[in-house]
C-alpha cells in the first residue's frame, strides 16, 4: 500500500508514537507499504511553531531535517494537477492544508493516513483511519 502521512501522523511516527492508533502504527511499520510525505506538511510544521503550536526540543530547522533524513519517506510533489484537485476534493471546510494533501492523496492514488475526523468524512480520495 503506498501511504500518504498526515502532518499530524509524520509528527506522531518520528517523535511521539504511542499516540499512532494501532492500526496506523502496524501499516507504518511495515516493510512493503510506502510512505509518502506532501512537502505541505512541512510547510503546516513551519506555521504551527510559528504560532506557538507547537513546541520542539530542538531548533526547527534542524528537527525538520532530522525528522526527513530518517524517515524512509517519498516526497509527493505539489504539482499544477494537486492544485487543481486541490478545489475538487470532497471537504467540507477549506482549510489549505488539508485541501492539499487530501488532493496529494487523490492524484497520486495514495491512502491518506489521518486521524482528523474532517479529513476521514471527505470525499474524492482514500484515508486509513482510526
Known amino acids: ?13 518520528f ?34 511553531i510559528e504560532a506557538g503550536r507547537l513546541r520542539l526540543k530542538a531548533d526547527p530547522q534542524r528537527w525538520i531535517a532530522n525528522a526527513l533524513d530518517a524517515s524512509r519517506l517519498t516526497e509527493a510533489p505539489v504539482t499544477y494537477e494537486v492544485a487543481k484537485e486541490s478545489r475538487r476534493v470532497g471537504l467540507a471546510h477549506q482549510d489549505p492544508a488539508d485541501r492539499f494533501i487530501a488532493a496529494t492523496a487523490s492524484v497520486y492514488d495514495l491512502v491518506l493516513a489521518t486521524v482528523d475526523e474532517r479529513l476521514l468524512a471527505g470525499k474524492g480520495f482514500r484515508t486509513l483511519g482510526d
Do not use: F
Open 15 to 48: 517523535a511521539d508514537t504511542k499516540r499512532l492508533p494501532a492500526r496506523i502504527a502496524k501499516a507504518l511499520d511495515a516493510a512493503d507499504n510506502e510512505l509518502w510525505l506532501s512537502p505541505i506538511s512541512v510547510w503546516e510544521v513551519e506555521l504551527l
Open 1 to 13: 500500500m503506498k501511504i500518504l502521512l498526515d502532518t499530524h501522523i509524520w509528527l506522531w511516527g
